[in-house]
């Protein structure tokens, strides 16, 4: 039987001081309910963006204990299943995403979701990409925001992070505290004016914890291959660790050496960009599957 967790359990950051609202073992399936990143403020055109509690923004519903996870150990997200809403919002203003500096007021506008579709007006349908825009478990040290991505994971805004991904994050605290939040319908990459088509959802995961197992960053698998999800400054400074990431994981795994790593990252490795918007820019170096199977390696031990 499935576990439940309703989205009245909401945190505002990802931190080591919040009490768990659920406790579960290793291996255990949970389905987890949670508000759009509005906090379900906006449900037509007659609610006006600006007059909503901006201190509600980007709930994440959690944070989970993981029983046995520990410093050192990494959790084990599957996503079984992703559902999401009938309807979606979208908002974009003054000083906010990529071309805040040329909009004068804010504005947001309510999107239909049907027929594997969204509506984004009588004339454009919009094709659906559900994924979670926050996951993560809680961080080493001060809280972070759930509006801000880093090692533990948070607002990283990847649009592979969507039903059949699996993604790894370094556990930092006891029990892991891991929360999930900020479904979007569908998101282009870099989510250039700050928010994607906004839904509530609910995620069906299962949460398994790989005991002793180093990790800097956030790593995703998927069917086509694997992927380290690096939050920084700057997307320089981002796509440097995500790529030495990737060259030390595989030179580990391959027993190739670091010259000959890093040219087949030249060859077969792709830098993408996940969202340029929020306070530190996260990119994703991808790599594809065939590389480990060649090799006949896994991408964990543990």
């Known amino acids: 039987m499935t576990e439940t967790l309703?989205?009245?359990?909401?945190?505002?950051?990802?931190?080591k001081t919040h009490p768990p609202v659920k406790k579960i073992?290793?291996?255990?399936?949970?389905?987890?309910e949670t508000y759009d990143c509005f906090k379900n403020q906006v449900q037509s055109a007659d609610t006006k963006i600006?007059?909503?509690?901006?201190?509600?923004?980007?709930?994440?519903?959690?944070?989970?204990?993981?029983?046995?996870?520990?410093?050192?150990?990494?959790?084990k997200v599957t996503i079984q299943k992703l559902n999401i809403g009938d309807q979606g919002v979208m908002a974009t203003g003054p000083d906010l995403g990529v071309m805040g500096h040329r909009l004068t007021e804010l504005e947001s506008k309510i999107i239909p979701i049907e027929n594997g579709v969204a509506k984004f007006n009588e004339r454009l349908s919009i094709p659906l990409?559900?994924?979670?825009?926050?996951?993560?478990?809680?961080?080493e040290g001060e809280p972070v925001s759930c509006g801000?991505?880093?090692?533990?994971?948070?607002?990283?805004?990847?649009?592979?992070?969507?039903?059949g991904a699996v993604l790894y994050f370094p556990v930092f605290e006891e029990g892991a505290l891991f929360a999930l939040g900020d479904f979007h319908a569908a998101m282009g990459d870099g989510e250039v004016g700050v928010s994607g088509i906004e839904v509530p959802g609910s995620a069906v995961v299962t949460l398994d914890v790989i005991k002793n197992t180093p990790?800097?960053?956030?790593?995703?698998?998927?069917?086509?291959?694997?992927?380290f999800l690096v939050s920084a400054n700057t997307l320089d400074e981002a796509v440097k660790i995500a790529v030495e990431e990737t060259a030390d994981l595989l030179v580990a795994r391959t027993k190739l050496d670091l010259a000959e790593v890093t040219m087949l990252l030249s060859a077969v490795g792709q830098?993408?960009?996940?969202?340029?918007?929020?306070?530190?820019?996260?990119?994703?170096?991808?790599v594809p599957r065939y590389v480990l199977e060649t090799y006949g390696a896994t991408l964990l031990i543990g």
């Open 129 to 139: 990409n559900p994924m979670i825009g926050v996951i993560g478990v809680a961080p």
């Open 215 to 227: 990790l800097n960053h956030p790593l995703l698998e998927n069917e086509k291959g694997f992927t």
């Open 6 to 15: 309703s989205c009245q359990d909401v945190i505002y950051a990802f931190s």
């Open 25 to 32: 073992d290793s291996g255990t399936t949970i389905e987890i």
């Open 271 to 286: 830098v993408q960009v996940s969202q340029v918007v929020d306070p530190l820019v996260t990119v994703r170096f991808f």
């Open 148 to 163: 801000t991505p880093g090692t533990h994971g948070g607002n990283m805004d990847t649009k592979l992070v969507r039903e």
């Open 50 to 75: 600006s007059g909503i509690d901006w201190d509600a923004i980007n709930p994440a519903t959690g944070p989970i204990f993981v029983n046995g996870a520990a410093p050192g150990d990494v959790l």
